[in-house]
C-alpha cells in the first residue's frame, strides 16, 4: 500500500531502483505516492535522512526533487552549498531509452524545479564526453577553491 511504501519495508532490491529498469518502474508510481505522503508530513525528511551524521565544510547538492529540498539544503547549510542541476534534452534521454510515462514524469517529483530555482550549476550531459568532463573540471576547481 502508498501509505507506508519503502523499500526496506517491502523486501525490495534498494539498488535495482536506483536504475533505470522495468523493475524499477514496476514501483515507480507507489514510492512517489509514498514520498509524498512523507514529504507532506515533514518536508525535510528525505534530505535529514540523507545526510545524517555528515559534516562537509562544502555541500554540493543535486538530484534535488524538489523546491523544499533546496529550500532545506540553504536554509541550514546557508553559503557551504552549492546547488548542482544535471540536464539532457529530450532527444538525448530518448537515446538512453526514457519514454514519457504520464502521471510520472509530469509529476512535481519529475519536474517541481523545472522553473523557479536559480542553481549555481547547470551541467549539460548529452553525450559529449569532452564537455562533460571540462564543465565538471569547472565545478571541482571551483569547490576547491572554496574549501
Known amino acids: 500500500p502508498a501509505d ?6 517491502h523486501g525490495l532490491d534498494f539498488q535495482r531502483l536506483l536504475d533505470a529498469s522495468a523493475y524499477k518502474e514496476t514501483y515507480r508510481q507507489d514510492m512517489i505516492r509514498w514520498g509524498e505522503e512523507k514529504r507532506r508530513a515533514d ?9 545524517e551524521g555528515a559534516a562537509q565544510p562544502v555541500w554540493v547538492v543535486s538530484d534535488t526533487r524538489r523546491l523544499s529540498d533546496v529550500e532545506y539544503f540553504r ?7 552549492q546547488t548542482v542541476r544535471v540536464v539532457a534534452t529530450e532527444e538525448t534521454r530518448k537515446r538512453r531509452n526514457w519514454v514519457f510515462v504520464a502521471g510520472v514524469d509530469d509529476s512535481e517529483s519529475e519536474c517541481g524545479l523545472d522553473q523557479g530555482v536559480a542553481f549555481d550549476w547547470v551541467i549539460a550531459n548529452d553525450g559529449d564526453e569532452r564537455s562533460l568532463d571540462e564543465q565538471l573540471e569547472t565545478l571541482l576547481r571551483s569547490l576547491h577553491d572554496r574549501l
Do not use: I
Not at 507506508?4 to 519495508?9: K, N
Not at 518536508?43 to 545526510?51: I, L, N, S
Open 4 to 9: 507506508c511504501f519503502s523499500p526496506q519495508e
Open 43 to 51: 518536508p525535510g525528511f528525505f534530505c535529514r535522512t540523507a545526510v
Open 75 to 81: 536554509g541550514v547549510y546557508g553559503d557551504a552549498v
